[in-house]
């Protein structure tokens, strides 16, 4: 039986990629942070299926401790401070999880076992203020907040370490995914969560940022299977995960507040407190390469993404259920 260990298990990929290695037969463990709140909500329908134990992007010694100990095959770095609006009020500690800790982790690695294979969860927002249009693995990164100058560190340095020390170390440079396990400070959910309290009645007005930002969204249950494809390459290689198409944040709004016949034009108010020092205005991918040399394809289109994200939020409101 493989083993995986899996950091950031219980946000929006680590849930996802744990139940997909799961049904691949594989024994997972999942890294958390001990801290005084830990949410398992996201896995907790698999809690007792996984190993939960501690470690810290922060903290080498622990991360050692830990690969010598439960010795897993593949090592997925999903864990890290990912919101880009916080990376402006935490640039440093942002800094120090984002990008040092990718560095820790692969010299957890290099110390305990080198065969490890590594996954690193590189993003589309190293590439910015974009250079060319539409983006791929030999694309030059712009980055344009503290949390895209991390991504870029803990891209580079895996890049370093695969090359330095012949690692199976791989990058998905992965563009916007989402699900309704999406946390609420993402703006998909933040909409799609507002629409479906308007629709029953339990709030009136939505205040956003910049509607004209462009992306590629897709959904994050087809992104963690490239991840895995990844690691059963025979050479590592950088892969662009993307859908290929882009959309406004005004599309997003367009597509989920019609789902539920209403126009979103009524309850919308753009909110100065929300837009970023420095915008990303466009960003669109070429998974070609993922295509050719993964097999990989993304499976559901950006329509049933968001129908899917508010369908789940009505439920979540209708149970009397909160959003985490």
Request: net charge negative; glycine share 8%.
């Amino acid at each position: 039986m493989p083993k995986a260990l899996i950091t950031g298990i219980t946000g929006q990929d680590g849930s996802y990629l744990a139940e997909f290695l799961l049904q691949k037969g594989y024994e997972v463990i999942g890294m958390v942070r001990r801290t005084s709140t830990i949410h398992y909500h996201r896995v907790q329908h698999i809690q007792d299926k996984i190993t939960i134990v501690p470690g810290d992007l922060l903290d080498e010694v622990s991360l050692i401790h830990m690969l010598e100990e439960h010795q897993p095959d593949e090592v997925y770095n999903l864990a890290a401070q990912s919101f880009v609006q916080t990376s402006w009020s935490q640039p440093v500690f942002t800094g120090e999880v984002t990008a040092l800790g990718v560095t820790r982790l692969l010299d957890a690695i290099r110390l305990v076992n080198p065969k490890i294979r590594f996954y690193q969860a590189s993003s589309s927002e190293m590439f910015g203020k974009v250079v060319e249009v539409p983006q791929k693995e030999t694309t030059p990164f712009y980055p344009r907040s503290p949390y895209g100058v991390a991504k870029v560190y803990g891209h580079w340095i895996t890049v370093n370490y695969r090359e330095s020390y012949n690692l199976h170390a791989t990058s998905g440079i992965l563009f916007n995914h989402e699900s309704p396990r999406r946390g609420l400070e993402f703006v998909t959910r933040k909409i799609t969560y507002h629409v479906a309290k308007i629709r029953l009645g339990l709030a009136n007005e939505l205040r956003l940022g910049n509607l004209d930002a462009r992306r590629d969204w897709g959904f994050a249950g087809d992104y963690v299977k490239a991840m895995w494809l990844m690691l059963q390459q025979d050479t590592p290689h950088d892969y662009v995960i993307a859908t290929g198409e882009t959309h406004s944040v005004e599309d997003f709004l367009q597509e989920a507040f019609s789902y539920v016949n209403l126009d979103w034009r009524e309850f919308v108010v753009q909110d100065p407190r929300f837009m970023r020092p420095a915008e990303v205005d466009l960003l669109v991918g070429d998974p070609s390469k993922a295509g050719r040399e993964l097999g990989w394809e993304p499976a559901v289109s950006f329509r049933e993404l968001v129908h899917m994200m508010v369908e789940a939020d009505l439920k979540l409101l209708r149970d009397g259920g909160t959003a985490m």
